[in-house]
């Protein structure tokens, strides 16, 4: 495992040189293409054998600047989503330094076109790197190279889920060796002989002392050791202490997100959106055009949700079912008769237990509605949902009124906080979540929210998207 792990990071650090090398060589060939010398004449005298030295140069140190970001670690719990957004922030602060220096140094030639594209190149060309190095180590996993060797320790429901995770999905680098149901003699006895990786250790009810002797013996055979939040240390993740009369006292918050936190949260859902609308106008027209000439008016579909504090909303959709089978007050009568027609669907092919539900193979569905639920293209319009601060970009997903009346009292803490177009469960399985998956994966991030776990959600999704894990059509 560690020398799979010390040889791509080997690796890795030459070739993201090289890439940023080869940006600076394509931003230079650019220029002097006739497309951008029509635009904008080249006016600075820099010769290719005065260039392609500064090249060098600030390669390395852009790799210096990675190092300090952390890109070059070979921790074995990195996510390509996490590399990615830090090779944007790195490349950025390079961009950053470049155009400072440029700016006190007052260079007498014009380099703007070269910094900026050099810039935007570098990011990509890493980018792409990085993925391509993610999916050869994903490969040699599935190969079994390079496996971390692991041992659960637990009895509880956590410990069978990693169990099926670990078994079901090996591009994660782990080869389950065995598991027991607590620390004791028959466990160290293996642990001894067998010498594994890492100890995972999910028993949030196993005695302190047994806790503190299994982090002893790792510790001491050098086995890394992992464990799963208890529910205490996840309830206590927002504790805040105030007090009254001088009496001390300790509030327990849902979430993190308040005060500045919910400002800028709203701010990134404003400017996001608007963006997306632009970006994706072509797209909302075609789609229109396509569903409207199919199956006829309306064009979007009104599906009432729940949101933040039980608030009621239409989250919109491009309709994706044949008019006769959509349901709600949109339709009327028909609506009305609809339903009936999806709650015998939903006794019959839901692929989902507890008040949620999912049904497969739904005939109700139309062919290009079919095309659009696969690549979730439906879901578009409701970047206009978070315009008008209905839903963020990022959150739990909303559920129908009929859903959210079959949860229990403890998970309605996923309606604390604005629902997301997108979110940590939709990016971790979408449909193939268990609902208390689903509503664990959604606590988790009402309590650890952060503008930076925002970003890597945003930038996993459209690959999530691609792969079409755990689609439902």
């Not at 690796?11 to 650019?30: C, K, N, R």
Request: with cysteine; net charge positive; aromatic share 12%.
């Amino acid at each position: 495992m560690k020398k799979l792990e010390l040889s791509l990071a080997f690796i890795q650090l030459p070739l993201d040189y090289i890439l940023m090398v080869l940006a600076g060589i394509t931003a230079y060939s650019l220029r002097f293409t006739s497309i951008t010398q029509n635009i904008r004449p080249v006016l600075f005298n820099l010769a290719w054998d005065k260039y392609f030295p500064l090249i060098l140069i600030t390669a390395l140190g852009w790799v210096i600047i990675f190092a300090l970001a952390g890109l070059y670690s070979t921790s074995s719990n990195r996510k390509l989503a996490s590399d990615l957004t830090r090779v944007i922030f790195a490349c950025s602060t390079g961009f950053a330094a470049i155009t400072i220096y440029v700016f006190f140094a007052l260079q007498k030639f014009d380099s703007r076109f070269l910094v900026l594209a050099g810039w935007i190149l570098a990011m990509l060309y890493v980018c792409i790197g990085r993925i391509l190095m993610n999916g050869l180590k994903k490969l040699m996993h599935r190969a079994g190279y390079g496996l971390r060797k692991t041992v659960i320790i637990g009895k509880e429901t956590i410990a069978e889920q990693i169990k099926n995770v670990l078994n079901s999905r090996p591009g994660l680098g782990y080869k389950l060796v065995a598991s027991f149901s607590h620390f004791n003699l028959e466990s160290k006895q293996y642990l001894l002989e067998n010498r594994p990786d890492e100890i995972i250790f999910t028993d949030p009810k196993a005695h302190g002392d047994e806790a503190i002797d299994a982090i002893d013996f790792a510790n001491e055979h050098h086995i890394a050791f992992k464990y799963s939040a208890d529910l205490f240390s996840t309830i206590s993740t927002n504790m805040a202490v105030s007090t009254i009369g001088g009496i001390p006292i300790i509030e327990l918050r849902l979430t993190r997100l308040t005060g500045w936190s919910r400002i800028i949260k709203r701010l990134v859902d404003i400017i996001g959106s608007l963006f997306f609308i632009i970006l994706l106008s072509p797209i909302f027209i075609i789609v229109s055009i396509i569903v409207a000439l199919e199956s006829g008016f309306p064009i979007i579909y009104k599906n009432e949700r729940v949101g933040q504090e039980d608030k009621k909303f239409f989250a919109l959709k491009f309709r994706t079912m044949h008019q006769k089978f959509s349901t709600g007050p949109q339709f009327g009568k028909q609506g009305e008769e609809a339903l009936k027609k999806e709650q015998e669907l939903i006794a019959t092919q839901s692929i989902k237990t507890g008040p949620i539900y999912k049904i497969q193979n739904d005939p109700r569905i139309t062919g290009f509605g079919r095309f659009l639920r696969r690549w979730s293209l439906d879901e578009f319009p409701q970047f206009f949902n978070v315009l008008k601060g209905e839903m963020s970009l990022v959150g739990p997903r909303p559920h129908q009124p009929r859903e959210v009346q079959g949860y229990k009292r403890q998970h309605k803490i996923v309606l604390a906080i604005k629902p997301g177009l997108t979110g940590l469960s939709q990016i971790s399985g979408r449909s193939n979540l268990s609902y208390e998956e689903e509503i664990n994966l959604d606590t988790f991030y009402i309590e650890n929210w952060s503008l930076y776990m925002d970003m890597i959600i945003l930038i996993k999704t459209p690959f999530v998207v691609l792969t079409s894990t755990g689609s439902v059509v």
